[in-house]
């Protein structure tokens, strides 16, 4: 009797909700990686546009491929987390419907990994392109390498969200999502930094400049002497309940690395600033609460 064939080593969750604008070039360029041993679940957020078309045409083209629809939208971070645990590899990584990166993306980060088996998470430099027009480049922050606060520091007010689209060990990244999904569910904001804590407090972050992963900005960058256009406020009470949660939650993962003392207490006040950098900031909610206290809309 033929025995089953393993697994691939990796798994790509594609996460999409109306996507069908970027899809198919986001897929094509999975496609097209110099590693040729994974496989791509494409999880469809009940999309009412041509997004199902577009994802069983590469299902048909290609048994690597595969496709879920959801009966109902059931928001972002779940779809992202359903992705996450239909995975049975080793290694997962996730790619948005509009994002691409370079051919060489999947090898070098999957070397990266097996090359250093305490790290966790590999990541290359996150290019943002306006238009097809790269705008801005990002590496990874260089660090003494003593696991000290100053790195720490570096480490977290240099790192970008978009490493959330980076390899990850599956083991080390399922039991992390899920324990923040339980409370971050319904609200996307600053979930991918919550998620990226705990690997950067470990410092079990690989990075290379030998690949990247290329962001699209939706609007251009504001030039200099251009007014920035006034953003939308969000619901004040909603604001302050995220921040309080975000930072719940990382004090969680900072008291579990460090003991009571001058280590802990150094570690939640950058926390703090690293909540102010990625939740809402203390300098908005002071605004609205004193808008609020004299009797204005916050």
Request: proline share 6%; hydrophobic share 40%; with cysteine.
């Amino acid at each position: 009797m033929r025995k089953p064939e393993p697994p691939a080593p990796i798994t790509v969750g594609v996460p999409v909700n109306n996507g069908a604008a970027f899809l198919a070039q986001a897929l094509d360029n999975l496609r097209q990686q110099s590693f040729g041993d994974f496989r791509v679940l494409i999880f469809d957020n009940a999309s009412t546009d041509a997004t199902g078309e577009i994802a069983n045409r590469f299902v048909q083209d290609d048994p690597r491929f595969s496709y879920h629809r959801n009966k109902q939208n059931i928001r972002a971070v779940p779809n992202f987390q359903a992705a996450l645990g239909a995975a049975d590899s080793p290694y997962f990584l996730w790619r948005a419907a509009d994002d691409v990166s370079d051919l060489n993306y999947l090898e070098v980060l999957y070397g990266l990994l097996q090359a250093q088996p305490d790290k966790d998470l590999a990541v290359g430099r996150v290019v943002s392109q306006f238009d097809g027009v790269p705008v801005r480049e990002y590496r990874m922050p260089s660090l003494r390498g003593d696991r000290g606060l100053r790195d720490q520091q570096r480490l977290l007010f240099g790192s970008h969200p978009s490493w959330i689209y980076g390899l990850f060990r599956t083991a080390a990244l399922k039991p992390v999502v899920e324990r923040i999904t339980s409370h971050f569910a319904e609200d996307a904001r600053s979930w991918d930094n919550l998620s990226l804590l705990p690997f950067m407090l470990d410092f079990r972050i690989a990075a290379t400049d030998e690949t990247a992963f290329h962001q699209l900005i939706r609007s251009r960058p504001v030039r200099f002497g251009e007014t920035r256009a006034p953003l939308v406020e969000q619901d004040f009470e909603q604001c302050l309940l995220h921040r309080r949660e975000f930072a719940r939650i990382g004090r969680g993962f900072v008291d579990e690395r460090y003991p009571p003392g001058a280590r802990r207490l150094a570690g939640r006040g950058l926390l703090w600033l690293y909540t102010n950098k990625n939740a809402y900031k203390f300098k908005h909610v002071m605004r609205r609460t004193l808008r609020k206290w004299v009797g204005l809309r916050p």
